[in-house]
Protein backbone atom coordinates (compact mmCIF):
# COMPACT_ATOMS: atom_id res chain seq x y z
CA UNK A 1 0.00 0.00 0.00
CA UNK A 2 1.35 3.58 -0.73
CA UNK A 3 0.71 6.08 1.43
CA UNK A 4 1.55 9.78 0.59
CA UNK A 5 -0.27 12.90 1.25
CA UNK A 6 -1.47 15.46 -1.52
CA UNK A 7 -0.12 19.03 -1.64
CA UNK A 8 -3.99 20.22 -1.53
CA UNK A 9 -3.56 18.65 2.06
CA UNK A 10 -5.68 19.65 5.15
CA UNK A 11 -4.67 20.86 8.50
CA UNK A 12 -4.90 20.53 12.03
CA UNK A 13 -7.96 17.90 13.44
CA UNK A 14 -10.99 19.91 13.42
CA UNK A 15 -10.11 22.88 11.08
CA UNK A 16 -9.11 23.70 7.40
CA UNK A 17 -5.64 25.01 8.24
CA UNK A 18 -4.25 28.21 6.75
CA UNK A 19 -3.16 28.34 3.39
CA UNK A 20 0.35 29.65 4.19
CA UNK A 21 0.75 26.98 6.45
CA UNK A 22 0.09 24.06 4.13
CA UNK A 23 2.14 25.88 1.31
CA UNK A 24 5.50 26.42 3.25
CA UNK A 25 5.21 22.48 4.73
CA UNK A 26 4.93 21.49 0.63
CA UNK A 27 7.60 24.05 -0.22
CA UNK A 28 9.31 21.78 2.48
CA UNK A 29 8.90 18.62 1.21
CA UNK A 30 9.82 19.56 -2.46
CA UNK A 31 12.99 20.80 -1.27
CA UNK A 32 13.57 17.51 0.86
CA UNK A 33 13.10 15.67 -2.30
CA UNK A 34 15.22 17.81 -4.36
CA UNK A 35 17.58 19.07 -2.31
CA UNK A 36 21.36 16.76 -2.75
CA UNK A 37 22.99 19.76 -0.80
CA UNK A 38 20.84 18.07 2.21
CA UNK A 39 22.50 15.33 3.63
CA UNK A 40 20.32 11.99 2.39
CA UNK A 41 19.48 11.46 6.42
CA UNK A 42 17.83 14.66 7.17
CA UNK A 43 16.06 14.39 3.84
CA UNK A 44 14.64 10.94 4.74
CA UNK A 45 13.99 12.07 8.29
CA UNK A 46 11.93 14.87 7.33
CA UNK A 47 9.97 13.40 4.96
CA UNK A 48 9.13 10.10 7.17
CA UNK A 49 7.88 13.34 9.16
CA UNK A 50 5.98 15.25 6.44
CA UNK A 51 4.57 12.81 4.67
CA UNK A 52 3.84 9.98 7.03
CA UNK A 53 3.15 11.79 10.33
CA UNK A 54 6.26 10.19 12.65
CA UNK A 55 7.37 11.52 15.12
CA UNK A 56 10.98 12.05 16.02
CA UNK A 57 10.88 9.25 18.76
CA UNK A 58 9.78 6.60 15.81
CA UNK A 59 12.27 7.78 13.44
CA UNK A 60 15.06 7.54 15.78
CA UNK A 61 14.25 4.18 16.66
CA UNK A 62 13.88 2.81 12.94
CA UNK A 63 16.61 0.19 11.92
CA UNK A 64 17.98 -1.06 8.33
CA UNK A 65 15.56 -3.90 9.00
CA UNK A 66 12.82 -1.52 8.56
CA UNK A 67 13.06 -0.95 5.16
CA UNK A 68 12.70 -4.10 2.43
CA UNK A 69 13.30 -4.32 -0.83
CA UNK A 70 11.52 -6.86 -3.40
CA UNK A 71 9.29 -7.04 -6.84
CA UNK A 72 10.60 -3.29 -7.97
CA UNK A 73 9.34 -2.09 -4.68
CA UNK A 74 11.20 -0.18 -1.59
CA UNK A 75 8.89 -0.70 1.43
CA UNK A 76 9.03 0.65 4.88
CA UNK A 77 7.43 -1.14 8.15
CA UNK A 78 5.84 1.73 10.11
CA UNK A 79 3.29 -0.13 11.84
CA UNK A 80 1.89 -3.52 11.60
CA UNK A 81 1.62 -3.31 7.27
CA UNK A 82 4.52 -1.85 5.45
CA UNK A 83 4.03 1.24 3.11
CA UNK A 84 5.42 1.04 -0.39
CA UNK A 85 7.62 4.17 -0.67
CA UNK A 86 7.02 6.47 -3.72
CA UNK A 87 10.34 6.64 -5.90
CA UNK A 88 12.07 9.64 -4.63
CA UNK A 89 11.15 9.00 -1.28
CA UNK A 90 12.78 5.20 -1.80
CA UNK A 91 15.98 6.37 -3.58
CA UNK A 92 16.39 8.20 -0.15
CA UNK A 93 15.56 5.19 2.33
CA UNK A 94 17.69 2.57 -0.10
CA UNK A 95 20.69 5.34 -0.32
CA UNK A 96 20.92 5.75 3.79
CA UNK A 97 20.67 2.21 4.09
CA UNK A 98 23.28 1.30 2.03
CA UNK A 99 25.24 3.62 4.17
CA UNK A 100 24.11 2.16 7.30
CA UNK A 101 25.44 -0.68 6.24
CA UNK A 102 29.06 -0.14 4.92
CA UNK A 103 29.39 1.57 7.47
CA UNK A 104 28.89 -0.93 9.99
CA UNK A 105 31.24 -2.85 8.16
CA UNK A 106 34.26 -0.60 7.75
CA UNK A 107 33.68 0.12 11.40
CA UNK A 108 32.82 -3.75 12.47
CA UNK A 109 29.97 -3.30 14.46
CA UNK A 110 26.37 -4.83 13.71
CA UNK A 111 24.86 -1.37 14.91
CA UNK A 112 21.27 -1.86 12.88
CA UNK A 113 20.06 2.12 13.57
CA UNK A 114 18.94 4.08 10.70
CA UNK A 115 20.02 7.00 12.05
CA UNK A 116 22.96 6.28 14.75
CA UNK A 117 23.94 8.82 17.62
CA UNK A 118 27.00 9.64 18.74
CA UNK A 119 27.47 6.72 21.25
CA UNK A 120 28.47 3.96 19.27
CA UNK A 121 25.94 1.37 18.94
CA UNK A 122 22.98 3.51 20.08
CA UNK A 123 19.93 5.33 18.21
CA UNK A 124 20.10 9.09 17.46
CA UNK A 125 18.08 10.58 20.79
CA UNK A 126 14.82 11.91 20.10
CA UNK A 127 16.03 15.58 21.40
CA UNK A 128 18.60 15.30 18.26
CA UNK A 129 16.25 14.13 15.86
CA UNK A 130 14.33 16.65 16.80
CA UNK A 131 16.59 19.24 16.72
CA UNK A 132 17.40 18.11 13.26
CA UNK A 133 13.87 18.39 11.83
CA UNK A 134 13.67 22.18 13.07
CA UNK A 135 16.61 23.24 11.83
CA UNK A 136 14.95 22.14 7.88
CA UNK A 137 12.08 24.19 8.79
CA UNK A 138 9.80 21.83 10.12
CA UNK A 139 7.36 22.55 12.64
CA UNK A 140 6.79 19.35 14.16
CA UNK A 141 3.50 19.07 16.16
CA UNK A 142 1.83 21.44 13.27
CA UNK A 143 3.58 19.34 10.34
CA UNK A 144 2.34 15.78 11.83
CA UNK A 145 -0.96 16.85 12.68
CA UNK A 146 -1.35 17.93 9.03
CA UNK A 147 -0.43 15.04 7.76
CA UNK A 148 -2.31 13.12 9.94
CA UNK A 149 -5.63 14.86 9.11
CA UNK A 150 -5.11 14.47 4.92
CA UNK A 151 -4.11 10.51 5.80
CA UNK A 152 -7.30 10.61 7.72
CA UNK A 153 -9.51 11.73 4.93
CA UNK A 154 -8.03 8.91 2.28
CA UNK A 155 -7.72 6.25 4.83
CA UNK A 156 -9.69 3.88 7.15
CA UNK A 157 -9.09 4.23 10.91
CA UNK A 158 -7.66 0.84 10.89
CA UNK A 159 -5.55 0.95 8.06
CA UNK A 160 -4.17 4.29 9.30
CA UNK A 161 -3.38 2.73 12.42
CA UNK A 162 -2.03 -0.61 10.71
CA UNK A 163 0.19 1.35 8.52
CA UNK A 164 1.56 4.49 10.31
CA UNK A 165 2.13 2.45 13.94
CA UNK A 166 -0.54 4.58 15.83
CA UNK A 167 -3.57 3.48 18.18
CA UNK A 168 -6.38 2.44 16.62
CA UNK A 169 -8.30 5.25 18.83
CA UNK A 170 -5.88 7.75 17.50
CA UNK A 171 -6.66 7.23 14.27
CA UNK A 172 -10.81 6.89 14.94
CA UNK A 173 -10.70 10.43 16.40
CA UNK A 174 -8.73 11.76 12.94
CA UNK A 175 -10.68 9.95 11.16
CA UNK A 176 -14.34 11.66 12.91
CA UNK A 177 -12.19 14.95 12.56
CA UNK A 178 -11.70 14.99 9.24
CA UNK A 179 -15.07 13.74 8.71
CA UNK A 180 -16.15 16.45 10.66
CA UNK A 181 -14.02 19.11 8.98
CA UNK A 182 -15.24 18.32 5.51
CA UNK A 183 -19.04 18.00 6.01
CA UNK A 184 -19.05 21.69 7.72
CA UNK A 185 -16.83 22.96 4.51
CA UNK A 186 -18.86 21.77 2.17
CA UNK A 187 -22.03 22.79 4.30
CA UNK A 188 -20.26 26.33 3.70
CA UNK A 189 -19.55 26.05 0.63
CA UNK A 190 -23.34 25.02 -0.02
CA UNK A 191 -24.81 27.92 2.05
CA UNK A 192 -22.65 30.15 0.13
CA UNK A 193 -23.89 29.02 -3.05
CA UNK A 194 -27.32 29.46 -1.78
CA UNK A 195 -27.07 33.22 -0.58
CA UNK A 196 -25.24 33.99 -3.90
CA UNK A 197 -28.05 32.58 -5.86
CA UNK A 198 -30.88 34.16 -3.65
CA UNK A 199 -28.85 37.88 -3.86
CA UNK A 200 -28.84 37.21 -7.85
CA UNK A 201 -32.60 36.73 -7.99
CA UNK A 202 -33.42 39.76 -5.58
CA UNK A 203 -30.98 41.77 -7.78
CA UNK A 204 -32.78 40.86 -11.07
CA UNK A 205 -36.13 41.70 -9.75
CA UNK A 206 -35.30 44.34 -8.43
CA UNK A 207 -34.16 46.10 -12.04
CA UNK A 208 -37.63 45.36 -13.60
Not at 71 to 94: C, K, Q, S, T, Y
Not at 95 to 108: F, I, K, W
Amino acid sequence: MLLLCDPGSHGAAGRRPPRASAGARWATARRLLHDDTIRTEDRLAGLLLLLYAQWPAAISRLTVDHIAQGNGAVRIRLGDVPVELPELVADLAVRQVTVRRSHAVLARTDSPWLFPGGQPGRPISVWAMGERLRKLGIRLAETRSTALFQLATELPAAVLARTLGIDITVAVKWQRAAAGDWAAYAAEISNRSSRAHQQGEEDRHASR
